[in-house]
């Protein structure tokens, strides 16, 4: 996928004009890009313009127009673009109850570490590849990065709807697996063919 630049995005001016139409696009598009994995994880699978409407949203929030900002920005949201043959997705562990956040969150230390998490299809698994720095021994992040790598054979698993794809989360007592729907599916193909370069 091409890289985001300054070029492709709009001013704080504009941008605030165009936020409502631009926003109601991405809602749908996340629509057909998030899953969850059981009561308390949630994958969104990011592409260029996921990214991009997050890149105009912290310029937003934090009223960034300055160009070296601009361009900080921008550094962190293309390192999250999928490479070829990559899926990449941002983790949430979503915890409501705010007298249990540190409880139900520490259940999760450990899970960006060895094969926790899986793109299972065609009987192969491509597990998920963390970014570093969201976790340590005693303490980890609600929200993380990961990248999938799914093989040939997989991809074409993907592409043929009558052959089952799941994700699946296996960490400690949180076992879960959902089926991909095919909205998300099509969506993961144009990822792989880094179709999505607009």
Request: a negative charge.
């Given at each position: 996928?091409?890289?985001?630049?300054?070029?492709?995005?709009?001013?704080?001016?504009?941008?605030?004009?165009?936020?409502?139409s631009f926003r109601a696009k991405i809602i749908a598009l996340k629509q057909r890009r998030r899953i969850s994995v059981g009561p308390f994880i949630t994958m969104v699978?990011?592409?260029?313009?996921?990214?991009?409407?997050?890149?105009?949203?912290?310029?937003?929030?934090?009223?960034?127009?300055?160009?070296?900002?601009?361009?900080?920005?921008?550094?962190?949201?293309?390192?999250?673009?999928?490479?070829?043959?990559?899926?990449?997705?941002?983790?949430?562990?979503?915890?409501?109850?705010?007298?249990?956040?540190?409880?139900?969150?520490?259940?999760?230390?450990?899970?960006?570490?060895?094969?926790?998490?899986?793109?299972?299809?065609?009987?192969?698994?491509?597990?998920?590849?963390?970014?570093?720095?969201?976790?340590?021994?005693?303490?980890?992040?609600?929200?993380?990065?990961?990248?999938?790598?799914?093989?040939?054979?997989?991809?074409?698993?993907?592409?043929?709807?009558?052959?089952?794809?799941?994700?699946?989360?296996?960490?400690?007592?949180?076992?879960?697996?959902?089926?991909?729907?095919?909205?998300?599916?099509?969506?993961?193909?144009?990822?792989?063919?880094?179709?999505?370069?607009?």
């Amino acid at each position: 996928m091409k890289v985001i630049t300054a070029n492709d995005l709009c001013s704080y001016e504009e941008y605030e004009r165009q936020r409502e139409s631009f926003r109601a696009k991405i809602i749908a598009l996340k629509q057909r890009r998030r899953i969850s994995v059981g009561p308390f994880i949630t994958m969104v699978f990011e592409n260029r313009e996921t990214l991009r409407f997050q890149i105009q949203e912290m310029i937003r929030a934090e009223r960034i127009v300055d160009p070296v900002k601009v361009q900080d920005e921008l550094d962190v949201y293309n390192a999250l673009l999928p490479l070829p043959n990559e899926l990449s997705a941002t983790l949430l562990i979503e915890i409501t109850d705010e007298a249990m956040m540190k409880e139900k969150l520490d259940q999760f230390i450990g899970l960006d570490h060895g094969e926790k998490v899986a793109v299972a299809a065609d009987g192969e698994e491509a597990f998920g590849e963390f970014e570093g720095g969201h976790s340590h021994e005693t303490k980890i992040s609600a929200v993380h990065f990961v990248r999938f790598r799914p093989t040939a054979s997989m991809k074409r698993a993907i592409a043929d709807l009558t052959r089952p794809v799941t994700i699946r989360v296996n960490h400690g007592g949180y076992r879960q697996e959902v089926p991909v729907p095919g909205s998300m599916r099509e969506e993961w193909l144009a990822d792989l063919n880094g179709s999505h370069n607009t």
